[in-house]
T-cell receptor, first 110, second 113 residues
Framework: EDQVTQSPEALRLQEGESSSLNCSYTVSGLRGLFWYRQDPGKGPEFLFTLYSAGEEKEKERLKATLTKKESFLHITAPKPEDSATYLCAVQARDGQNFVFGPGTRLSVLP | NAGVTQTPKFQVLKTGQSMTLQCAQDMNHEYMSWYRQDPGMGLRLIHYSVGAGITDQGEVPNGYNVSRSTTEDFPLRLLSAAPSQTSVYFC????????????FGAGTRLSVL
């Protein structure tokens, strides 16, 4: 059974304090690993897709990396507007469905 | 381009009532899905569809019904609402041709009393 866990459950950072969020997964053949950002009261918004171990993608202060068992979302010098819940999801190669992790709730204090 | 539109945004039901949550997308995506989001549990798949006329069950399908008569619309029906169905519901659509990126609606917050 495909599974996704995320840690920590919640993270509080001071503005400018860099850190990483973890997504650990088990899947029967990975088609893609997806990162989403979710603001309160809104639907998740796509950030990145990673397809194979060793791949990295960047967008502004965010960088996502992938190994065979986990993915990290690195946040460099975060700002208060980066506060949100970050969700990780995997899609198996033999299916169309996505399995989501519970998310990490990030708060960046000014 | 509206993307994925969900209605209503909020709904309060009494136990035993039925209702339909509406979802429409204008991106011509073949894949559509319904999730529920509960605190600490992430998004759980209720039902999904890989094209018009084709639907299947996800992880938590009991108490819900779906149909897909057109590419654009994918309504979710609650047959007899129960307090355990109090949740936030999200509809999403995606396409293989667009990297399987899921686009989500704004959600429907449902309370069953």
């Amino acid at each position: 059974e495909d599974q996704v866990t995320q840690s920590p459950e919640a993270l509080r950072l001071q503005e400018g304090e860099s850190s990483s969020l973890n997504c650990s997964y088990t899947v029967s053949g990975l088609r893609g690993l997806f990162w989403y950002r979710q603001d309160p009261g809104k639907g998740p918004e796509f950030l990145f897709t990673l397809y194979s171990a060793g791949e990295e993608k960047e967008k502004e202060r965010l960088k996502a990396t992938l190994t065979k068992k986990e993915s990290f979302l690195h946040i460099t010098a975060p700002k208060p507007e980066d506060s949100a819940t970050y969700l990780c999801a995997v899609q198996a190669r033999d299916g169309q469905n996505f399995v989501f992790g519970p998310g990490t709730r990030l708060s960046v204090l000014p | 381009n509206a993307g994925v539109t969900q209605t209503p945004k909020f709904q309060v039901l009494k136990t035993g009532q039925s209702m339909t949550l509406q979802c429409a997308q204008d991106m011509n995506h073949e894949y559509m899905s319904w999730y529920r989001q509960d605190p600490g549990m992430g998004l759980r798949l209720i039902h999904y569809s890989v094209g018009a006329g084709i639907t299947d069950q996800g992880e938590v399908p009991n108490g819900y019904n779906v149909s897909r008569s057109t590419t654009e619309d994918f309504p979710l029906r609650l047959l007899s609402a129960a307090p355990s169905q109090t949740s936030v519901y999200f509809c999403a659509s995606s396409s293989k041709g667009r990297g399987n990126i899921q686009y989500f609606g704004a959600g429907t917050r449902l309370s069953v009393l």
